[in-house]
Each structure stands twice: as structure tokens, then as C-alpha cells.
């Protein structure tokens, strides 16, 4: 069935060193591919995504990476702050007309100062 | 308000009781969603509306989870004769529910069940 795998489930990084997390999909449709942060006791919160017309996107210190025919992304945040630790949730889109999202099982992010 | 709203923010209920849990979706979004997230766990797909389409229910996981939607507006997750297993962060998210666009999540309601 439809399935999204995430590793690692943790991650530690000192500060200023670089993260990156991986995710593979199984549904050969997905065409969009969203990044969540969630913060303890909040909702998560998308900070990027990427859709399938493109390889690459990047905002500031985080980028997405995308390969379509390997049927996986990645998440890659450079120059790690205190901040950015939280957990982080890969997504896929299910089939190419409706927005039914399949969530990955996330990564646990701390940066230690 | 501007966002998801989804109250309770917390509930407590005995075994066997029923609840109900509600979430007001961000006006003009046609497509809403709910999650259950368990203790360090991932976001579990529960269901899925979209406009006046049949939802998409593959996830309940038994008979004892149900989800009305009126229109375009609220939603209502019910859990009838609750179990232990069943405590949660439970997620709604909402979005404009055409292709690939963002979804934006609630602050979630954590059930416990004693």
C-alpha cells in the first residue's frame, strides 16, 4: 500500500554542523512532497516542500532534494541552530488529483550548542 | 481566527465513554484531514474530506471511529467506547484541497483515556 520511510528516527548534531534527513515513497503518482516541523506540544508546521517538476528547492539554510525515478527526498538543513531542534515529518501526496497527504514516521532533531 | 482550530485542547474520559472531538478548518479550505499521533510516534492517517467527494476513510482503525463533515465547515471525529489504546494527540488539518498545496495542521486534542 501507500508508504512513506524516514530515517533516521534521531538525530544529534552540534551546533553549525549540517542534518539531513531521508525519505522513500512508494507510490510512483506522488507528485508533491512536503517538510514539517513540529515543536513540542504544537501542531507541526510546513517549512518547505517540493513538487515533482523540480530536483531542488532551497530557502535560506534548508534545502529539499528530490529524486523521482529513485522515488526519494531529502531534507537538508545547513549551519544548525538550538532553534531547529524539534521533530521533522516528511509527506507524499497520494495519487496526482487529490491532496491526501501519507506522513513519514519523523526524525527527532537536536542541535547541541 | 485565522488558523485551525481544534478544541478540547485536552480531554480525559473513562474507558467506555464516547467523545467527540471538533475542528473548525481555515474558511475556504474544501479539504480537511485528521491524524492521530501517539506518545514519540509519527501521524497516523486517519480520514480525509474533499468538497462534496465521498470521503476517504482507509484509515479508521475500527468501527468505533467515525467523522462528519457539514459542507465546507466543521468537522466532529467520534470515538465511541473508548479503550486505553486510544490516547492520542488527535490532528485535524485543513487545506484548499487543490493539487499539492499546503496543509495547515491544528494544535491538536490530547485524549487520555483512564
Known amino acids: 500500500g501507500e508508504n512513506v520511510e524516514q530515517h533516521p528516527s534521531t538525530l544529534s548534531v552540534q551546533e553549525g554542523d549540517s542534518a539531513v534527513i531521508k525519505c522513500t515513497y512508494s507510490d510512483s503518482a506522488s507528485n508533491y512532497f512536503p517538510w514539517y516541523k513540529q515543536e513540542l506540544g504544537k501542531g507541526p508546521q510546513l517549512i518547505i516542500d517540493i513538487r515533482s517538476n523540480v530536483g531542488e528547492k532551497k530557502d535560506q539554510r534548508i534545502a529539499v532534494t528530490l529524486n523521482k525515478t529513485a522515488k526519494h527526498f531529502s531534507l537538508h538543513i545547513t549551519e544548525t541552530q538550538p532553534e531547529d531542534s524539534a521533530v521533522y515529518f516528511c509527506?507524499?501526496?497520494?495519487?496526482?488529483?487529490?491532496?491526501?497527504?501519507?506522513f513519514g514516521q519523523g526524525t527527532t532533531l537536536q542541535v547541541k550548542p | 481566527g485565522a488558523g485551525v482550530s481544534q478544541s478540547p485542547s485536552n480531554k480525559v474520559t473513562e474507558k467506555g465513554k464516547d467523545v467527540e472531538l471538533r475542528c473548525d478548518p481555515i474558511?475556504?479550505?474544501?479539504?480537511l484531514y485528521w491524524y492521530r499521533q501517539r506518545l514519540g510516534q509519527g501521524l497516523e492517517f486517519l480520514i480525509y474530506f474533499q468538497g462534496n467527494s465521498a470521503p476517504d476513510k482507509s484509515g479508521l482503525p475500527s468501527d468505533r471511529f467515525s467523522a462528519e463533515r457539514t459542507g465546507e465547515s466543521v468537522s466532529t471525529l467520534t470515538i465511541q467506547r473508548t479503550q486505553q489504546e486510544d490516547s492520542a494527540v488527535y490532528l485535524c488539518?485543513?487545506?484548499?484541497?487543490?493539487?499539492?498545496?499546503?496543509?495547515?495542521f491544528g494544535q491538536g486534542t490530547r485524549l487520555t483515556v483512564v
Open positions: 488539518a485543513s487545506s484548499l484541497g487543490t493539487m499539492n498545496t499546503e496543509a495547515f
Open positions: 509527506a507524499a501526496s497520494i495519487s496526482s488529483n487529490t491532496g491526501k497527504l501519507i
Open positions: 474558511s475556504g479550505h474544501t479539504a
